[in-house]
Antibody
Framework: EVQLVQSGAEVKKPGESLKISCKGS????????IGWVRQMPGRGLEWMAI????????RYSPPFQGQVTISADKSISTAYLQWSSLKDSDTAMYYC??????????????WGQGTKVTVSA | QSALTQPASVSGSPGQSITISCTGT?????????VSWYQQHPGKAPKLIIY???DRPSGVSNRFSGSKSGNTASLTISGLQAEDEADYYC??????????FGGGTNLTVL
């Protein structure tokens, strides 16, 4: 069974750093892209960035380029999203999602449960 | 890279059919048959219900169907049920970056 399990909720202050995680299981972690999606309170979904753990290739959506860093450790089947200096506006729910290409293009065929990040002074 | 355009809300009565539109550009929706649709219930993670314009993942009801014409994709839900009340998002492949979502549509089952 494919599963993506995310790290727990975080409460941080502006200017602090943060790294959240998403552990994949039940499939070949290095054979699928994995991405992060932001959902701000009461708002819609936004693709942020994706990574291919097989070769660490990355792509960023323009609004998030330079604002966050996506990475992966294939030895433990875990993807990460990190901030070096959080802002109030980073308060949101963050989902990781697997993207499948090949037998159809299926971005988000599996999703994590979400990590709630709250940034407040 | 702008979000795709969806109506903010649609509604329908049980048993009826509704259609949600998703308008992009000739660089995304119009250029590729890689449009996906997601259902999101409150407090839950999104669920993929349509991919490649009109294909359904295993286990998704055949009451959900998709189509595309030019730069606009559409999701049709037939035989509306109370459990279909949720937010629906479209997404399109974009070659330059990742994928791009629509703004989302809230479906109310009257």
């Amino acid at each position: 069974e494919v599963q993506l399990v995310q790290s727990g909720a975080e409460v941080k202050k502006p200017g602090e750093s943060l790294k959240i995680s998403c552990k994949g299981s039940g499939y070949s972690f290095t054979s699928y892209w994995i991405g992060w999606v932001r959902q701000m309170p009461g708002r819609g979904l936004e693709w942020m960035a994706i990574i291919y753990p097989g070769d660490s290739g990355t792509r960023y959506s323009p609004p998030f380029q330079g604002q966050v860093t996506i990475s992966a450790d294939k030895s433990i089947s875990t993807a990460y999203l990190q901030w070096s200096s959080l802002k109030d506006s980073d308060t949101a729910m963050y989902y990781c999602a697997r993207l499948a290409y090949g037998s159809g293009t299926r971005p988000g065929d599996y999703w994590g449960q979400g990590t709630k990040v709250t940034v407040s002074a | 890279q702008s979000a795709l355009t969806q109506p903010a809300s649609v509604s329908g009565s049980p048993g009826q059919s509704i259609t949600i539109s998703c308008t992009g550009t000739s660089s995304d929706v119009g250029a590729y048959d890689y449009v996906s649709w997601y259902q999101q219930h409150p407090g839950k993670a999104p669920k993929l219900i349509i991919y490649d314009v009109n294909d359904r993942p295993s286990g998704v009801s055949n009451r959900f169907s998709g189509s595309k014409s030019g730069n606009t994709a559409s999701l049709t839900i037939s035989g509306l049920q109370a459990e279909d009340e949720a937010d629906y998002y479209c997404s399109s492949y974009t070659p330059s970056t990742t994928h791009v979502f629509g703004g989302g549509t809230n479906l109310t089952v009257l």
